[in-house]
């Protein structure tokens, strides 16, 4: 069953120079463009109700089931200003299909993959003019649902939904050239382990991390590195990327990724990587590493980088880390030309100036 979006764009729109002013200098998630889309869900009658209307706030009753357990899933992707004018989002039915995984895993209803890329389709279009020309920039979207059932039972998952999309223009990450992250081990929590929701983008699984991060940032750090929630000891992702190594430099360079565990999220920028890797003749591999082995390749150089990975940044070199033991190097610190070249053949794919072998961009007609 086909579910069409009904149209009711505001008479309102932000003016252009105050558009511009914003698409100037965005930043990350401050801005919100002129519309958003919602969908209910009601058991028994599927998705209905699709609408695209005016940005703006959503009432909800206080007995609320997300709010008080949590039934609440989101996704993050971008579209980007194509070199020839036109626009693009990047793997939208990767997205979408890893948020019917998340909300398999939290007992939520699965959202038609057409409906999704359609709600995209839809929000992109009528608000075009909010994407940036600037190749450093994009319009990020952020696609989320939650649980809208009234009342305070347990017994089982809501039966009432809400999906929404809404969109922001983002600056570029690294503003003044490429910085190096300094990351923080963290010992004293765990992100998730096997058969948790470490697997699904959840927001009780960034809920739970911000005591970390605060703890990062208290000793100086950028970011949060998690370990396993069993030994404690092996590498598996940071607070919002996922981690790549590189072993060797020039022809003899490789990857390695922590692999997929069960506990970590399957990236859809981690996954893009191991494909771009094989395209630019990089070997790659998904296995596992302890702390002590990075610590020890870092120290004999073996290891000569070290990236995260995720939709915000694309890739975020890791510069050095921080325990409460140590602090160690990656190299010199600084970005690696390893790093550096996946960074810009992903993002020529995503800008539309690097061929895309893949079938990754979805264009959307403005």
Known sequence: MTTTIELKPTSEPLGQAQRAEILADPGFGRHFTDHMVMVKYTEGRGWHDAQLRPYGPIEVDPATAAVHYGQEIFEGLKAYRQQDGGIASFRPRANAARLNRSARRMGMPQLPEELFI????????????????????????????????????????????????????AGSYFSGGIKPVKVWLCEDFT???????????????????????????????????????????????????????????????????????????????????????????????????????????????????????????????????????????????????VTLRLREHLLGIQRGAVEDKHGWLHKIEA
């Open 118 to 169: 359609g709600a995209i389709d839809a929000l992109v279009k009528q608000d075009a003019a909010w994407v940036p020309d600037d190749p450093e920039k994009s319009l990020y979207l952020r696609p989320f649902m939650f649980a809208t059932e009234i009342g305070l039972g347990v017994n089982r998952p809501a039966g009432e939904y809400l999906f929404m999309l809404i969109a922001s223009p």
């Open 191 to 337: 992100r998730a382990a096997a058969g948790g929701t470490g697997e699904a983008k959840c927001a009780g699984n960034y809920a739970a991390s911000f005591v970390a991060q605060a703890q990062a940032v208290a000793e100086g750090c950028d970011q949060v590195c998690w370990l396993d929630a069993v030994e404690r000891s092996y590498v598996e992702e940071m607070g919002s990327n996922n981690v790549f190594f590189v072993y060797g430099s020039g022809d003899q360079a490789r990857l390695l990724t922590p692999e997929l565990s069960g506990s970590l999220l399957p990236g859809i920028t981690r996954d893009s990587l191991l494909q771009a890797a094989a395209d630019l003749g990089i070997p790659a591999a998904e296995g596992r590493i302890t702390v002590e082995q990075w610590r020890a390749d870092a120290a004999s150089g073996a290891m000569s980088e070290a990236f995260g990975c995720g939709t915000a940044a694309v890739v975020t070199p890791i510069g050095s880390v921080k325990s409460k033991n140590d602090e160690f190097t990656v190299a010199d610190g600084n970005p690696g030309p």
